[in-house]
Structures are given as structure tokens and as C-alpha cells.
């Protein structure tokens, strides 16, 4: 599977590495606005051909998945291109900027019959299969509480800072122990309540979320971009718990036995080993490509537009409109 990268930053260096180590895929073709940037990221990389501009590497038959590696402000306008040149597309999360946004490249997607996934890699990790087994086991009991954090020190970067670029800890971290929630308590959400600190740009650089289950359960998150946290997953059931070692890598999972005020370590398991963890939703595009799909089943539609969904309730509560949509 030969893939296109629509951006040379950072992200797509990550991909980059990870493909190079792939026999299932081809670091392909790379565009930037820039084509001495793409062709440094090309020679770098090992691609076989770069280009100046996004059209052109979209007017490339030999491509087979385009992966955009764009700042969020540029995922819809760009998938939809994608999807028009009739490419397959691997989007980076924050899958869009909103949630009619995702559904307009659903929806191309659909009629045109081409694989659209969001690149939320934890939901093709195996980490995430463990933690399911272990939570439908019932080992721990009824899953009642949820709680994740994550934060980085990514404040310097100025892509997080800039409104018009659909800057914030939303987009780029809160997205994570959301899904993180989605994939143990799933989404019959009945109340969210969201606070946020805003940076000296107006986007928000620190998040708390709390999500109400309509059978009374709870998910509780913070997230910042001026700090490193300890990035830890808690899922808390009636008989023990289990501890998610980084919710946007997991490492390792531990879980634990409770009984009144104590609690024990029953079991450690290590993640397997792994390329970087981007190899995952590459290998699931592939599958679902052959198999002649429109999604992948990790992460169907419908759950990345409810997530969108989520984040726009909580964007709401915060005030913020980015300017492109007003």
C-alpha cells in the first residue's frame, strides 16, 4: 500500500519512521507547501517522489491512501479533496474541527465509496482488546468510574496556540481520554460539564470534563498543554481496578483486586512490543481497503462523529469559536 502524506511537520515524520519498518506499506509520496521542505522530508525518509503543493501529490494516480498530517483547521477541506481526486484517506485526529465538518467527509466518503478512518491510534492498539477482556471478564466487578489525564508541555508550539489554526488542548489532547472513556463506558452520555482555562490567545490550555452517564455512572478528565502529567488511565469497578500506564500509548496495565479500604496487585501486563503504534491503523486501512470497506472497524463513523459531537458540547460550554466558523 503505497501512502501520500499531505505535511511534513512532525506527525508525519512519526508515521514516516514507522512505515520505513513496515512491509505492509510504502513511505510513498510526501507534499508540503514547500517543496524543498518535502523533498528534505522525502530524502529523509526514503520516499520515492515529493511535491510542492497538496494538488499535485492529490493528481498522483500511484497513490493509494492519502494521509493528512494537517493542522486541524485543514482536515475537512483537504479530505474532501482527497476523497474527490478518488483517494482512500487516513485523517489525523482531531478527525475535523466540528461535527458537521465529519459528517460532510462521511458522507463523501460514502457516495464515493472510499475508505475514510480517523487516525486515532488507540483505538487500533492491542492494548485496547486487553483492557476490553478484562473489563467484559468482570474481574473487576461493575465498571462504575473512569478517570484519565494527559498533558505535555506543547505551549511553545505555535500551531497550539493560533485560533484560526483550531488551536487548544481540545482537539489535539482531550480528544484522548475521551475516546479513552468511549471505548469502557461507551456513549450514552446524559449530562457533560466542561471547564477550561484559556492561554493569552483565547484557545484553551487546560481542560476538566466530566461525563454523567444516563445510568449514573461517571468519567472524569483533565488535560493540559503546559505541563507533562503522568498521562495514567484509572477504570474503577466494584471489585477492583485497573491502572492504564499513559492513555495515549499504553505501556502497561496493571490490575488490581479491592476489597472495602485495600487493594492488591493481581496482575501486571506489558504491551506488546511495537514499532511506535502507528503501524496499527495503518495495517487496519490496509484490511479494510482489501476487504473493500468505507471504515475501519476499530473506529467506525459513527463513533468519530459522536466524539465530535462530545467535543463540540464541550467547546460550547467553553465559549470558544474558532473564526473560521463564525
Known sequence: MRIGYLGAGNISSQMAATVAQMDEAENYAVAARDYERAASFAGQWGFERAYGSYEELLADPEVDLVYVALPHSHHHEWTLKALEAGHHVL????????????????????????????????????????????VRSGSIGQVLTVDANLGYKVDMNERMMRPELAGGALLDLTVYPLNFAS???????????????????????QDSVTLTYGDGRMATMFTTMHTMTDRRGLICGTDGFICVENINNPQRIQVFDADGLTCSLRETIDVPAQISGYEYEVLACKRATEEGRIECPEMPHAETLEIMRQMDAIRAQFGIVYPFER
Not at 482531531?94 to 465509496?113: H, K, L, S
Not at 471505548?183 to 490550555?205: F, K, L, Y
Open 183 to 205: 471505548m469502557v463506558m461507551g456513549d450514552d452520555i446524559a449530562r457533560i460539564d466542561a471547564h477550561m482555562v484559556p492561554t493569552s490567545t483565547g484557545v484553551d490550555g
Open 91 to 134: 485523517c489525523e485526529k482531531a478527525f475535523a474541527v466540528n461535527e458537521a465538518q465529519a459528517r460532510e467527509m462521511v458522507d463523501v466518503a460514502r457516495a464515493r465509496g472510499l475508505l475514510l478512518a480517523e487516525a486515532i491510534w488507540t483505538r487500533y492498539m492491542p492494548s485496547r482488546a486487553i483492557i476490553d477482556d478484562i
